[in-house]
């Protein structure tokens, strides 16, 4: 399985972005998750969604901000972030795995990361 994530770019603080990451190949995997890595820090949890759409989890910093979802054929994962600060500045990640999991270990799969830069 490939993931190719995608839509990232600079925005100032309190604007929006949309990020796509589109899967290609045969993969089992339930969870489709998001991660961050900002620079000189630890790759960190930003949400996932189930293949069915209805398990959905946030981490706490990102609630009321960003949504997770997928499109019908359950191919392509978005991850719609409003409200952009600062700190949300990052390269994000998409991965599947097949736990409900925070843990990056419980993930598989990788796409390549798209960087996000907000300005204040």
């Known amino acids: 399985v490939q993931l190719q994530a995608s839509g990232g770019g600079s925005v100032q603080a309190g604007g929006s972005l949309r990020l796509s990451c589109a899967a290609s190949?045969?993969?089992?995997?339930?969870?489709t998750a998001w991660f961050r890595q900002a620079p000189g820090k630890e790759r960190e949890f930003v949400a996932l969604v189930s293949r069915s759409g209805l398990n959905i989890y946030y981490e706490d910093s990102v609630k009321g901000r960003f949504t997770i979802s997928r499109d019908n054929a359950g191919d392509t994962v978005y991850l719609q972030m409003s409200s952009l600060k600062a700190e949300d500045t990052a390269v994000y990640y998409c991965a599947t795995g097949s736990s409900y999991s925070v843990l990056l270990n419980d993930y598989a799969h990788w796409g390549q990361g798209t960087l996000v830069t907000v300005s204040s």
């Open positions: 190949g045969r993969d089992s995997s339930y969870f």
